[in-house]
């Protein structure tokens, strides 16, 4: 069984701070990894992919991708209100034929 | 107009029903998957379609089955609806050789 996995949470940091989201994943020939947002009772939505190790930068999100240690996991610079939501950490593994496997998500809460 | 499109966005029905959920999508991608999600749960593939004459068992499959009408369309169907189906049930897309899946807005079933 490829499995992906995430704290459930909820991570709770105040306005402005750095929020880490963290994600591992059993398969180790897995090829890509996704972050995907999803607010309460809405369709989750994509923020950043990465397939290579190292990091990668999108406005105030960054992802970073360790294969050697399985591991995945989301930064967000300036916390803010709005990024309060669920993030749902998502997986390519090696040979799957393009069906993602879904961590359960961690609920994240930015305090004003 | 939103690329994915699902109906009816919520539904109510009885033990024993039968129901249909629609998706219907105009990005013109081969690919197309249903999904269910339970609180704490995280996203589980129910069944996915490569192209419309390719129809694949997912995760939970039972008590389940699809219809892919055209590229464009893709139907999920309970049998005899059971409230352990209750759930928000979401459809998605992606092109070959892009793994990025994109959803749409979800169906919230109730089952009495």
């Known amino acids: 069984q490829k499995e992906v996995e995430q704290n459930s949470g909820p991570l709770s940091v105040p306005e402005g701070a750095i929020a880490s989201l963290n994600c591992t994943y059993s398969?180790?020939?897995?090829?890509?990894f996704f972050w995907y947002r999803q607010y309460s009772g809405k369709s989750p939505e994509l923020i950043m992919s990465i397939y290579s190790n190292g990091d990668k930068e999108d406005g105030r999100f960054t992802a970073q991708l360790n294969k050697a240690s399985q591991y995945v996991s989301l930064l967000i610079r300036d916390s803010q209100p709005s990024d309060s939501a669920t993030y749902l950490c998502?997986?390519?593994?090696?040979?799957?034929?393009?069906?993602?496997?879904f961590g359960k998500g961690t609920l994240l809460t930015v305090n004003p | 107009d939103a690329d994915v499109t699902q109906t009816p966005r919520n539904r109510i029905t009885k033990t024993g029903k039968r129901i249909m959920l629609e998706c219907s999508q105009t990005?013109?991608?081969?690919?197309m998957y249903w999904y269910r999600q339970d609180p704490g749960l995280g996203l589980q593939l129910i069944y996915y379609s490569f192209d419309v004459k390719d129809i694949n068992k997912g995760e939970i499959s039972d008590g389940y089955s699809v219809s892919r009408q055209a590229q464009a369309k893709f139907s999920l169907s309970l049998e005899s609806a059971i409230p352990n189906q209750t759930a928000l049930y979401f459809c998605?897309?992606?092109?070959?050789?892009?793994?990025?899946?994109?959803f749409g807005p979800g169906t919230r079933l109730l089952v009495l």
């Open positions: 998502a997986v390519l593994p090696g040979g799957s034929n393009y069906k993602l496997t």
């Open positions: 398969d180790r020939v897995s090829q890509s």
């Open positions: 998605a897309t992606s092109d070959p050789g892009k793994e990025t899946q994109y």
């Open positions: 990005k013109g991608h081969d690919r």
